[in-house]
């Protein structure tokens, strides 16, 4: 089973990539902002407090993290899918781990499986692009528009991403498992790079 992290700023592009390279290789693509978002529409108190949290671009509980996790990679028993074959390729993350706690973590969970992490892939993104592609967002997501799609929102969610999620480049990069892409490069010349790593037989 393989086990894919994807990293990146908000705005980075990693849920657009992870659902194109999850049709193409199959992983299943397992997205915490989704699976959260889904479970802030329940009306009960987590459900409130979790709403809360990401509508404040705030990182939600560790612990609640881990939780939701664990049940996923270790027997497939996510309310998202609820079948254990489905799973049975791998995973890419996206979105989790988001902080050096979770990804210790993770390195936790996977070993107890006897699994690891196989790539870690970072979507590099210069800052001023990602402020545009932000505030692009924020002003074209429409109907469509989650709660956590304002500017000043999602700048908040670029200064979380630097203070407590980029400390995680040094260290993946010190456990050798950490690829850079240029995530500013066409976006199917990204999909492209991204399958080439995930599908290389090369151990990372
Ligand atoms: P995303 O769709 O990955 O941008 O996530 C949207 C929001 O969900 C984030 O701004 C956080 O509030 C929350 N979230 C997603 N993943 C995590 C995580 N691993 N740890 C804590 N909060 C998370």
Redesign the pocket.
């Known amino acids: 089973m393989k086990l894919i992290v994807l990293l990146g700023a908000?705005g980075a592009g990693?849920?657009t990539q992870a659902k194109r390279i999850s049709e193409i290789t199959g992983l299943r693509d397992m997205?915490?902002?989704?699976?959260?978002?889904r479970e802030a529409q329940e009306d009960t108190p987590l459900g409130r407090t979790?709403s809360e949290?990401?509508g404040?671009?705030?990182?939600?509980?560790?612990e609640?993290?881990v939780n939701l996790?664990r049940g996923c990679i270790k027997d497939g028993k996510c309310r998202r899918c609820q079948s254990p074959e489905l799973c049975h390729a791998g995973f890419i993350l996206?979105?989790?781990?988001?902080?050096i706690t979770?990804a210790k973590a993770l390195d936790a969970m996977v070993r107890e499986q006897g699994r690891r992490v196989h790539h870690v892939i970072l979507l590099d993104v210069d800052e001023k692009i990602l402020k545009d592609r932000i505030e692009s967002r924020a002003r074209n997501s429409g109907d469509e528009r989650?709660s956590?799609d304002t500017a000043s929102t999602l700048l908040h969610?670029l200064s979380?991403y630097k203070s407590l999620t980029s400390p995680l480049i040094p260290y993946y990069e010190g456990q050798g498992i950490l690829r850079r892409l240029d995530g500013m490069k066409p976006m199917d010349v990204v999909t492209q790079e991204l399958t080439e790593i995930i599908t290389s037989r090369r151990a990372a």
Do not use: A, C, W
Not at 56 to 62: I, S, Y
């Open positions: 908000p990693k849920g997205s915490t902002g989704e699976m959260l978002r979790i949290t990401i404040g671009g705030n990182l939600v509980p560790d609640l993290m996790i996206d979105g989790f781990p988001r902080n979770q989650r956590d969610r979380i």
